[in-house]
């Protein structure tokens, strides 16, 4: 139970870019029409957040397997209090830039 495979798709809607994943094994990353239309790339800066993403949207297929797609969607409404550089930050689990390894979560 994990990500294979990956497939890129164009947004026909407004919707800003995005990923999913399949009802099978693969993720699925999505950008916005606006963006595809303008030959510009949504995800240019999220390549060091690779790992990190693949391993989160791996976590919402496992759940969702296990328990449904109401619980799977659930975890990206959790949040965490994340202390860095002696401040204190309320962020969700899925804030990549707070995480601090490739587990996909933001722990603390």
Known sequence: ????????ACSIDDSPSYFTYDN??????IQS???ARANHSDFYYI???IEL????????????RIEG???SEKLDNLEVIVHRNA????????NM????????????
């Open 97 to 108: 830039l707070f995480a601090s390894d490739n587990s996909g979560l933001v722990l603390e």
């Open 47 to 49: 390549e060091p957040y």
């Open 24 to 29: 099978h094994d693969t993720m699925i990353i």
């Open 87 to 94: 401040k204190n930050y309320q962020v969700t689990v899925n």
């Open 69 to 71: 797609s109401l619980e």
């Open 53 to 64: 993403l693949i391993s989160h949207e791996s976590l919402h297929f496992v759940i969702k």
């Open 1 to 8: 139970m994990c990500v294979c495979d990956f497939v890129l």
């Open 33 to 35: 029409k606006l963006s």
